[in-house]
C-alpha cells in the first residue's frame, strides 16, 4: 500500500483533504516509480477501502462469540439477582405497600 501524506505546509496551510487527495492521486500517476503500479495499491482511498473490508471481517468473525459471551454474562447476573431475592422497594408507593398489606391482616 502506497500513500502520500500531507506535508506539515499542507496543515499549516489549512489545505483541504480533497485537494490532498487529489495531489496524491497526481502524484501517483505522474511518478515514474508508482505509475506502472495497479491503483487498488496506491492512495489513501484504496488503504480506506482495504481496512474498511479487514475491519469489516473482523467484526463479522468475531462479533457471534462476543454476543454468545455477553448473553452468557447477562444470565450469570440474573441467577445471581434471583438467588438474592426480591429487590428493595424505591418508589413511595413501593415503600409503602408491605405497610398497607399488613393492615389489611388485622
Do not use: C
Not at 483533504?17 to 502524484?27: A, T
Request: aromatic share 6%; glycine share 4%; proline share 6%.
Amino acid at each position: 500500500m502506497g500513500v502520500k501524506l500531507r506535508s506539515q505546509q499542507d496543515i499549516l496551510d489549512r489545505t483541504p483533504i480533497r485537494k490532498s487527495l487529489e495531489d496524491e492521486r497526481n502524484y501517483f500517476a505522474t511518478s515514474s516509480i508508482y505509475s506502472s503500479l495497479p491503483q487498488g495499491v496506491l492512495g489513501i482511498e484504496s488503504l480506506t477501502l482495504k481496512l474498511t473490508q479487514l475491519l469489516f471481517s473482523h467484526i463479522r468473525t468475531h462479533l457471534p462469540s462476543i454476543v454468545k459471551e455477553v448473553s452468557q454474562k447477562i444470565k450469570d447476573v440474573e441467577l445471581q439477582l434471583d438467588e438474592m431475592g426480591p429487590s428493595l422497594p424505591v418508589t413511595d408507593s413501593e415503600k409503602w405497600f408491605p405497610i398497607s398489606n399488613s393492615r389489611l391482616d388485622l
